[in-house]
């Protein structure tokens, strides 16, 4: 069987047609392939966050957000941090072992946190994704021991953490609270989000 000849005419439009629809097709699918990149809220969202710490005074805590998440930034009294050690008997994982919420090594010590005087801390309760209160006062009160040395407190569940954000024995949250990755700018800036200088 021959094959019908194509004249020259009819073959530059069958080109000419097939090139005008792939280009139509490309321009079609580069809006829609478009949509998988991240949008700017979104990279806006996994961003570091700086956070000026100059004016914290000790006993005093500055809440900012990172990843959608409330971040804490506690300057300790000297106080606040003698008693942490005294703790250690009542800590679920006094040390910071458990790997659920892994702690970095840097904040791998009593304090939980680089410069013993400031504590960084994910303010999201280890067991629901609750958020606690800061109960810096000591003494008894409501829902807290007679013997309360100043932590977090949890009011949905009744979960209790220490001033490094360690959860005291027998309670809900299975964790201590998450220290995320952080680093110092500088004596006043901190930087969440970021532990490596690039």
Not at 36 to 49: C, D, I
Not at 72 to 82: A, I
């Amino acid at each position: 069987m021959s094959e019908t000849p194509v004249d020259s005419s009819k073959r530059t439009w069958i080109i000419t047609s097939a090139c005008a629809g792939a280009v139509g097709g490309v321009a079609a699918a580069v809006p829609f392939v478009s949509t998988f990149q991240p949008s700017e809220k979104a990279k806006a969202a996994g961003a570091a966050v700086e956070v000026d710490i100059s004016t914290l005074q000790p006993g005093e805590m500055k809440t900012v957000e990172w990843r959608g998440k409330p971040v804490w930034v506690v300057r300790r009294t000297q106080q606040q941090l003698d008693e942490l050690k005294a703790l250690d008997s009542q800590m679920a994982d006094p040390d910071s072992h458990r790997t659920a919420f892994p702690t970095p090594e840097y904040a791998k010590n009593e304090w939980r946190s680089i410069k013993p005087e400031y504590l960084v801390l994910v303010g999201i309760c280890t067991h629901l994704g609750c958020s606690p209160t800061s109960k810096f006062a000591t003494g008894a009160q409501p829902s807290l021991p007679d013997d309360w040395k100043g932590g977090f407190f949890c009011p949905c569940h009744g979960s209790t953490f220490d001033m490094a954000g360690r959860v005291f024995k027998n309670k809900p949250a299975p964790d201590n609270l998450e220290v995320p990755p952080h680093m110092y700018l500088s004596d006043t800036k901190l930087l969440i989000g970021e532990d490596k200088k690039a």
